[in-house]
């Protein structure tokens, strides 16, 4: 038994006279399945660029094309390609976004450093319960998570003094 040559892409063994092999390589079903080996890398806008330039198949629509990927008509809707000229419109537009200069930046950081609530000191959080009493805990919180309350844990949320007058101290130990 002499060499043998496997194609990838139809996963079929044969001699490997460069005859047979040519002749393999010509046949339909082997360039339709390399062809749709290839089109699974290719990028949308590529895609779309090579379907707008082809009429639709007759025989696709009514699902007698053999041909498949390697047909010369498009196995694409009108909706699906209008509907990737958006999805690349989209892609392709420039986001609105105007980013702040420098300055902004540093104005705003000031002005958040001079309005910054005194609740919190060196390492220390104060908490002032409506009978004036000062509570500190050793730990500080992060002004940034007060901007989620409904989306975080109860063990990350801030304390509140309400949150203890029910409270049953016991001792422990």
């Known amino acids: 038994m002499g060499k043998r040559y496997l194609c990838d892409y139809c996963n079929k063994a044969m001699v490997a006279a460069p005859a047979i092999v040519k002749t393999h390589n010509k046949g339909l079903v082997h360039q339709r399945l390399v062809q749709e080996h290839y089109q699974q890398f290719k990028d949308i806008e590529t895609i779309l660029v090579e379907e707008s330039k082809k009429k639709p198949c007759v025989r696709f629509a009514s699902g007698e094309c053999k041909f498949g990927s390697i047909c010369h008509f498009s196995h694409y809707t009108v909706e699906q390609i209008q509907a990737m000229g958006e999805y690349v419109a989209s892609k392709n537009r420039p986001k609105d976004v105007i980013f702040p200069s420098f ?49 975080l844990p109860p063990s990350v949320k801030r304390l509140k003094i309400e949150d203890f007058e029910d409270a049953k101290i016991e001792t422990w130990g």
Request: glycine fraction near 4%; proline fraction near 4%.
């Open 103 to 151: 300055e902004e930046l540093v104005l705003k950081l000031m002005d958040e450093k001079s309005n910054k609530r005194q609740d919190s000191t060196d390492g220390i959080t104060v908490m002032y319960d409506k009978n004036g009493i000062t509570h500190t805990f050793p730990w500080t919180y992060n002004t940034i998570l007060d901007n989620y309350p409904d989306l």
